[in-house]
């Protein structure tokens, strides 16, 4: 079969990244069933010939208008797919979709008819917000984290800074690859309107990265390996944590004095 991704080799790359993270999350076990989402803009990646084709679905409702996404395309994850199947073969678990000009529908232009995610309206509703602030991220992640989702089952880490505060002084990559920390968003219905309102706000007091309490975490960042990297070392600080835990006692992390030496030693925000 004839795939977009033939002689686009910028926008191969930016795909098979989302197919390499795929099988990373799969093989962590973050991603049982069909648990997680990938959402990617490659808009910079298409040319005057994929503009010009015809799309293989007719215009369907977004659900809200995302007046900066106009003309915009994206690469997602299908409704129901498994990560494990993205993995393998991209363009069969995953579409290229095309925002029509109303910024209120889009259309499934490549390779197959692969309906999106049900996530996607908020994840296309993140990337509106990120175009809005001028930002460079262009990836979105979705994915089940297990010791960080455990971490959210106790009151004490959904506390704002908490949970930052405690897997920064694990062990000192964390502040150093995380240097925004973990926001916290308080249970909400997945796929719901609400949870992707409270997303966009919790990233907007800049984090990249932010922790759906008994659910899992969604991150941004330029590229879809940037975004699943952060979600990694804050969860192996979470791992960390829990195996001093296992092994009988409370950490005594690093101190404040240690954390900030850091801070000023690699100019990292905060
Ligand atoms: O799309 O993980 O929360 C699968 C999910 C939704
Ligand atoms: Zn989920």
């Known amino acids: 079969m004839k795939s977009v991704l033939n002689n686009r080799p910028a926008l191969k790359e930016d795909i098979e990244k989302v197919a390499e993270v795929a099988g990373y999350l799969w093989q962590k076990g973050w991603a049982e069933r069909n648990g997680g989402n990938i959402t990617v803009n490659v808009t910079a990646w298409i040319d005057d010939e994929l503009r010009a084709q015809s799309p293989i679905s007719g215009p369907r409702a977004i659900g809200m208008t995302l007046p900066r996404l106009r003309d915009c395309w994206f690469f997602c994850k299908g409704t129901g797919r498994r990560m494990r199947d993205l993995a393998r073969d991209p363009m069969a678990g995953g579409a290229l979709i095309r925002i029509t000009d109303d910024c209120a529908h889009y259309q499934i232009v490549a390779d197959r008819l692969v309906t999106p995610t049900s996530e996607l ?150």
């Not at 509703?125 to 959210?152: M, N």
């Not at 800074?161 to 997945?190: H, N, Q």
């Not at 590229?223 to 804050?234: E, G, H, K, P």
């Open 121 to 270: 309206p908020s994840h296309l509703a993140v990337h509106d917000y990120l175009l809005a602030k001028g930002s460079p991220y262009r990836a979105s992640l979705h994915t089940h984290p297990t010791e960080l989702v455990a971490l959210t089952h106790n009151k004490k880490w959904l506390e704002k800074d908490a949970a930052t505060r405690m897997l920064w002084s694990m062990i000192p990559e964390t502040k150093a690859f995380c240097p925004r920390g973990l926001g916290i968003v308080p249970y909400l219905l997945p796929s719901s309107l609400e949870l992707a309102e409270a997303t966009i706000r919790t990233l907007d007091q800049d984090y990249d990265v932010v922790m759906w309490e008994k659910h899992g975490v969604f991150a941004v960042d330029t590229d879809i390996v940037s975004a699943f990297d952060q979600v990694d070392v804050l969860n192996k600080a979470a791992q960390i944590y829990g195996a001093a835990r296992n092994m009988g006692f409370e950490p005594d992390g690093m101190t404040d004095a240690q954390l900030r030496e850091l801070s000023d030693a690699f100019d990292l925000p905060k």
